[in-house]
């Protein structure tokens, strides 16, 4: 019952985690313009890793597209890679973790469930670190461009998105930690347990096997009792 709690609540985490990494692609505010330093402030500049955006002080807002995927630098291509990636691993872990649970009907042997949710727990663990490296590489960028004093162009600060994929990613690497340690416990546990029956001896194995010990060390054969009774006449008990 206490394992059966454990991956339920394993597999609400990771899924909230992944419902976040999820929402967190396709969201405007990955990089907003900074006004350090700034008086007056007459447009607001920002972007994602699809578009980029500016809305002026009347609050019209002008997007435009990236117009070529291999005119884009290199690290919103990667990002764009490791956020999908952890878009895809997240959901057939879902998948998977649904299927390997006990409390489901499907997926065979528990055993073999076992292995199936160990599998989920793993994917969710890779999803996870594969946002989490998309986020924390497109926050370095903004913050070495930030800080650099050389840099004389417009300057960002980290979106909204940033926050919402790191906290999307710790959960999914939470719970797919869970899931796998969990789980990988009752696969040991179920393969000790068959260890265990496949040495069960017989009792009849047992008491023969005990004889001939016997009977070896003393040498002698143990008297053997027969059970039939025996006819005495009345002089036996003279």
């Excluded at 998948?95 to 793993?122: E, H, N, P, W």
Aim: proline share 3%; glycine share 8%.
């Amino acid at each position: 019952m206490g394992n059966m709690v454990t991956e339920i609540t394993a597999f609400v985490v990771a899924t909230a985690g992944w419902v976040l990494v999820s929402s967190t692609l396709p969201t405007d505010y990955w990089k907003v313009s900074s006004i350090d330093g700034t008086v007056i402030t007459t447009a607001t500049y920002w972007s994602n890793l699809w578009k980029t955006c500016v809305t002026d002080s009347t609050g019209v807002a002008n997007c435009k597209d990236f117009p070529s995927m291999l005119a884009l630098d290199g690290y919103i291509q990667v990002c764009r890679g490791l956020m999908i990636s952890a878009v895809c691993l997240g959901f057939f872990a879902t998948a998977f973790s649904l299927v390997g649970m006990k409390c489901t009907k499907i997926g065979g042997s528990d055993q073999v469930k076992a292995r199936i949710a160990c599998l989920a727990g793993l994917l969710f663990f890779i999803s996870g670190l594969c946002s989490l490296t998309a986020c924390s590489l497109y926050a370095h960028r903004i913050t070495s461009e930030f800080f650099d004093p050389m840099f004389m162009a417009q300057k960002y600060e980290l979106g909204a998105a940033l926050f919402i994929g790191w906290g999307g990613s710790a959960l999914c690497i939470l719970g797919g930690m869970v899931f796998f340690l969990s789980l990988s416990e009752g696969i040991s546990k179920s393969s000790s347990h068959a260890d265990k029956r496949r040495y069960v001896y017989s009792p009849s194995y047992v008491s023969s096997h005990g004889k001939s010990q016997n009977y070896s060390a003393n040498g002698r054969r143990p008297p053997e009792y027969s059970s039939t009774p025996q006819q005495f006449d009345k002089n036996a008990y003279v």
